[in-house]
């Protein structure tokens, strides 16, 4: 029972790098999020989506990009990193029970990355 | 901007002790949600509490919801080292629309044995 999985667990980058960071869940849930989590702030998000071809910004959307061509994956995109991007990212997914009430939130175990 | 702030930041209690952990918000809200996240893991949902409820209990967890003064706390009966780990709360605002959840800066709660 594999839950939410990300990928890399560990990123190094360069300052202008891209990348992409993987987050798949195999519980056919409509709604994924990604977070990120930085010492002090807790947990911001960052984008979201309700199903597929859905997405939507969060808190702290800028420099970040994300797809949801299908249920189960939805990719975070860095386009050109920078050193204030340096953090922990946890993907969450979970099924929308009724519009307008939230419901648990299945987290990943995270991506640190570290823009030098 | 943060939504929710837990208090304390930090808690350090003997095994066996219970440990009580608050959070406060600033806007309606749907309903609150506890996790816990253990050093270098994911969060963990722990247990939901709607707006219309006052009280909930899961085990050795018991939430408590006081809407008038927009805050929850969190109860750890019976401490075991096993639930050192950081806590958090999170809430979605009414004005938000549903999943859009908001998070506090957590409290780290350490069981010595």
């Known amino acids: 029972n594999a839950g939410v999985t990300q990928t890399p667990k560990f990123q190094v980058l360069k300052t202008g790098q891209s990348m992409t960071l993987q987050c798949a869940q195999d519980m056919n849930h409509e709604y994924m999020s990604w977070y990120r989590q930085d010492p002090g702030m807790g947990l911001r998000l960052i984008h979201y989506s309700v199903g597929a071809g859905i997405t939507d910004q969060g808190e702290v959307p800028n420099g970040y990009n994300v797809s949801r061509s299908t249920t189960e994956d939805f990719p975070l995109r860095l386009l050109s990193a920078a050193p204030s991007q340096t953090s922990v990212y946890f993907c969450?997914?979970?099924?929308?029970?009724?519009?307008?009430?939230?419901?648990?939130?299945?987290f990943g175990n995270g991506t640190r990355l570290t823009v030098t | 901007s943060q939504q929710g702030e837990e208090d304390p930041q930090a808690l350090s209690i003997q095994e066996g002790e219970n440990a009580t952990m608050n959070c406060s918000y600033k806007?309606?809200?749907?309903?609150l949600q506890w996790y816990r996240q253990n050093s270098g893991r994911g969060l963990v949902h722990l247990i939901l509490?709607?707006?219309?409820?006052r009280e909930k209990h899961s085990g050795r967890l018991r939430v408590t919801l006081d809407t008038s003064k927009k805050s929850s706390s969190l109860l750890i009966t019976a401490s075991r080292a096993a639930d050192t780990a950081s806590y958090f709360c999170?809430?979605?605002?009414?004005?938000?629309?549903?999943?859009?959840?908001?998070f506090g800066q957590g409290t780290r709660l350490t069981i010595n044995p």
């Open positions: 806007t309606s809200i749907n309903n």
């Open positions: 969450a997914s979970s099924s929308i029970y009724n519009t307008g009430v939230s419901s648990p939130l299945h």
């Open positions: 999170a809430t979605d605002a009414t004005d938000q629309g549903a999943q859009k959840l908001v």
């Open positions: 509490i709607r707006s219309n409820e």
